[in-house]
T-cell receptor
Framework: TQLLEQSPQFLSIQEGENLTVYCNSS?????LQWYRQEPGEGPVLLVT?????EVKKLKRLTFQFGDARKDSSLHITAAQPGDTGLYLC???????????FGKGTKLSVKP | DTAVSQTPKYLVTQMGNDKSIKCEQN?????MYWYKQDSKKFLKIMFS???????INETVPNRFSPKSPDKAHLNLHINSLELGDSAVYFC????????????FGPGTRLTVL
């Protein structure tokens, strides 16, 4: 069973639209990270959320960690073609554990 | 300068062969990792090393053997390659454990024929 469920799996939208990607689990995480991966490259960290209910903003991207630290969301406002990529959430269980990744959301923003 | 580098970028080989992938980081980090990303883009940790010592070994066949000659390098040797080993393998590093930001290499696409 997959520990972290991401939805949707694929998302194709027009430039200027808003979107939300979800990352859900039945497990509690000490922190949750969001990465973006472009074709032929490794994932790059966008943000880490640690506190339940925490909201972080990175320009047009808003990240939220659920109050119970079991889920997270990524909201993009006014998407641009440069936002195209694979978005991965990853949860950390405990300080000595390893990162557990979701299966990713492939976003395509058309001009 | 590239922070985490891997060689080769592409590796095509026959079943049953033995191959190695090299990874180097110039960030001065203590912890290094190997991940496998399958054709569906699912990224899963294989190994974690801290200061040259194995920390995590996630149910990986013993055909896979990581080697860390020093804390800046973590190489992955794979014996008796199988079709199912075809994937993209990513090396990563972090300052001290998984609580710190992980920096990923560009990946090595392994194709086993």
């Amino acid at each position: 069973t997959q520990l972290l469920e991401q939805s949707p799996q694929f998302l194709s939208i027009q430039e200027g639209e808003n979107l939300t990607v979800y990352c859900n689990s039945s497990s509690v995480f000490s922190s949750l990270q969001w990465y973006r991966q472009e074709p032929g490259e490794g994932p790059v960290l966008l943000v880490t959320v640690v506190t339940g209910g925490e909201v972080k903003k990175l320009k047009r991207l808003t990240f939220q960690f659920g109050d119970a630290r079991k889920d997270s969301s990524l909201h993009i406002t006014a998407a641009q073609p440069g936002d195209t990529g694979l978005y991965l959430c990853a949860g950390l269980r405990g300080s000595q554990g390893n990162l557990i990744f979701g299966k990713g959301t492939k976003l395509s923003v058309k001009p | 300068d590239t922070a985490v580098s891997q060689t080769p970028k592409y590796l095509v080989t026959q079943m049953g062969n033995d191959k190695s992938i090299k990874c180097e980081q110039n960030l001065g980090h203590d912890t290094m990792y190997w991940y496998k990303q399958d054709s569906k883009k699912f990224l899963k940790i294989m190994f974690s090393y801290n200061n040259k010592e194995l920390i995590i070994n996630e149910t990986v066949p013993n055909r896979f053997s990581p080697k860390s000659p020093d804390k800046a390098h973590l190489n992955l040797h794979i014996n008796s390659l199988e079709l199912g080993d075809s994937a993209v393998y990513f090396c990563a590093s972090s300052r001290q454990g998984a609580v710190d930001t992980q920096y990923f290499g560009p990946g090595t696409r392994l194709t086993v024929l």
